[in-house]
C-alpha cells in the first residue's frame, strides 16, 4: 500500500466503498482517511473500516468493507474510479484541504461574532491557555502568530484530535466569558457560517465537533 501514490490509494478507498454507502457518505470517509490514516500501513484499514462503520447497518458490513477496501488496493490504477479529488491532487498532501484549514475558518467565524475587545481579551487568554499543554514547538508558534493578527493559521496536517482539543479549550473560554447559552450560539453560527462560505470543508467539520 505505501508504494502506491497518494491519489491511488485515494482512489483506492473511492472504489472500495462505492458499494456500501452514498456519495457523500464515501467522501467523508475519503477524508477520514486523508486525516487519520494517509501515512499508515495497509492493516490500519480494520481500524478506518471501524471508525466509518457507526450505523448498526454498516456495522453488520465491515468484514464486506474491509475486503473492498483490500481488493480495491491491489487493483491496477487503471480499474480504479477517478480521484473524487480531481487530476491535481499529487500534490495536495503539501497542501490539502484539510481539518486544520476547517479549524481556522470556524475559529475566525466565531470571533468575528465578538467584540473586539472580548476578541483580543479571548485571544491572550486562548494562548495563555495553550502555553500549558505540551504541544509541538512549531504548531505553539503558529498559533501564536495567528492569535496575534500577524499572519495566517498554517498548521498543515495538523491530526484533528489536537485541532479538537484547540476548539474545545476556546469553548470553554467563551464559556467563561459569556455563559453557555450565547457561547452554544456562537459555535452554532460559526459552522453555519463555514458552511455557508466554504462548503468544501463541509465534511472535515464533523472531525472537530
Avoid at 12 to 34: P, R, S
Avoid at 49 to 58: F, M, R, S, Y
Amino acid at each position: 500500500m505505501s508504494k502506491r501514490s497518494v491519489s491511488d490509494r485515494r482512489r483506492a478507498i473511492y472504489t472500495g466503498l462505492q458499494n456500501f454507502m452514498d456519495e457523500a457518505a464515501v467522501l467523508k470517509a475519503v477524508a477520514h482517511w486523508e486525516n487519520r490514516y494517509i501515512d499508515q500501513p495497509s492493516l490500519a484499514l480494520q481500524r478506518f473500516v471501524a471508525d466509518i462503520c457507526q450505523t448498526p447497518e454498516l456495522k453488520e458490513q465491515r468484514s464486506s468493507i474491509l475486503r473492498s477496501l483490500i481488493q480495491a488496493m491491489g487493483q491496477d490504477s487503471n480499474k480504479l474510479l477517478a480521484d473524487p479529488r480531481g487530476d491535481d491532487t499529487e500534490d495536495q498532501v503539501e497542501n490539502p484541504v484539510s481539518a486544520s484549514q476547517t479549524f481556522a475558518e470556524l475559529m475566525l467565524a466565531m470571533m468575528g461574532q465578538l467584540d473586539d475587545q472580548l476578541q483580543h481579551k479571548l485571544r491572550i487568554e486562548l494562548f495563555a491557555a495553550l502555553r500549558q499543554r505540551q504541544l509541538p514547538h512549531a504548531t505553539l508558534e503558529a498559533l501564536q502568530r495567528w492569535l496575534g493578527n500577524r499572519q495566517a493559521l498554517i498548521l498543515g496536517n495538523a491530526p484533528p484530535a489536537l485541532l479538537q482539543k484547540l476548539l474545545n479549550q476556546y469553548y470553554v473560554l467563551l464559556c467563561e466569558n459569556i455563559g453557555p447559552v450565547r457561547a452554544d450560539k456562537i459555535l452554532a453560527s460559526g459552522v453555519a457560517q463555514v458552511q455557508r462560505e466554504h462548503p468544501k470543508l463541509d465534511i472535515f467539520l464533523d472531525e472537530l465537533l
